[in-house]
């Protein structure tokens, strides 16, 4: 099919111009995901995606083994925090740059949009952490003379705060506007589909990452935590969180072919 302007999905997940003329052709979707448009720049940043979802596991994990460990005598894992951070972070800034470039070529819908330069946003404020945790300025580093501890304790909460609410508008603009090529009558895993379930599952991964964040944020009054970091309800939502975000970038990935086909 081949929808007008107005037509178009709204996000790195919205879907592509054209679907193939035989609209139930299964994994791995080859030749229906040749008719994506632009779709090179929907292979680049979903594989920017995937990098950067690891690195965030390898985050709460190497955070996990900060907090456990004597905060003057951190191990070599526990150093790297704020390093996988910067590679995660930097790699959601420039997705989302790359995203939002792709929406405007395709001509994507003004709330595609909005939820796109949301976690654009969001990112920015993701690369305020790692950026402060590795000053090793004592004022940022938590009691930790080494490593550089968790760095500014607000930025996180608010980027996934914008991360989130942009993951619920791009949901809203999927059931407002019918991304090209979903077919209500299939199932999930139908080609068309496939970015309404990646996008959908972004946005139950950053439930739990919103939860975590607000659980473990250091607020400046006599309450915070509410969590303590260690504790099961944390790193539980972390990593269920972590995982979520690289279920949803494999799911994208597949939709645009971007495990097979890596040339126009």
């Known amino acids: 099919m081949a929808p007008s302007v107005n037509d178009l ?17 299964g994994f791995p979707f080859t030749e229906s995901a ?9 292979v680049l940043l979903n594989w920017m995606f995937i990098v950067a979802s ?14 456990r460990e004597p905060p003057a005598n ?10 996988f951070g910067v590679l995660s972070c930097i790699l959601w800034f420039w997705g989302f740059v790359v995203l939002v470039h792709w929406l405007h070529s395709v001509g994507a819908t003004p709330l595609g949009l909005l939820g796109a330069y949301m976690k654009l946003v969001a990112s920015v404020f993701f690369n305020v952490q790692p950026m402060s945790g590795t000053m090793n300025d004592p004022l940022l580093a938590g009691g930790y003379s080494r490593g550089g501890g ?15 609410v942009g993951n619920c508008i791009s949901c809203l603009d999927f059931y407002m506007n019918t991304p090209p090529g979903a077919d209500k009558k299939k199932g999930w895993l139908y080609h068309g589909n496939l970015p309404i379930f990646g996008m959908w599952t972004y946005q139950m991964a950053t439930w739990f ?24 309800p944390v790193y539980i939502c972390q990593f269920v969180g972590g995982f979520g975000l690289l279920a949803g970038s494999l799911i ?3 939709w645009c072919d971007g495990f097979r086909n890596f040339s126009h």
């Open 252 to 254: 994208f990935t597949v």
């Open 54 to 67: 690891l690195a965030l596991i390898l985050d709460f994990a190497s955070l996990q083994d900060l907090v």
């Open 74 to 83: 951190p191990g070599f894992f526990a150093e790297l925090m704020n390093w």
């Open 34 to 42: 040749k008719l994506i448009p632009f779709r090179m720049q929907q």
């Open 209 to 232: 990452l919103v939860g975590s964040n607000f659980m473990a944020c250091s607020f400046p009054t006599d309450w915070a935590p509410l969590v303590k970091i260690p504790e099961p």
């Open 9 to 25: 999905s709204t996000d790195a997940e919205s879907g592509s111009a054209d679907e193939p003329t035989k609209a139930d052709e």
């Open 150 to 164: 968790a760095g500014i304790w607000w930025s996180n909460l608010t980027g996934i705060l914008f991360f989130h």
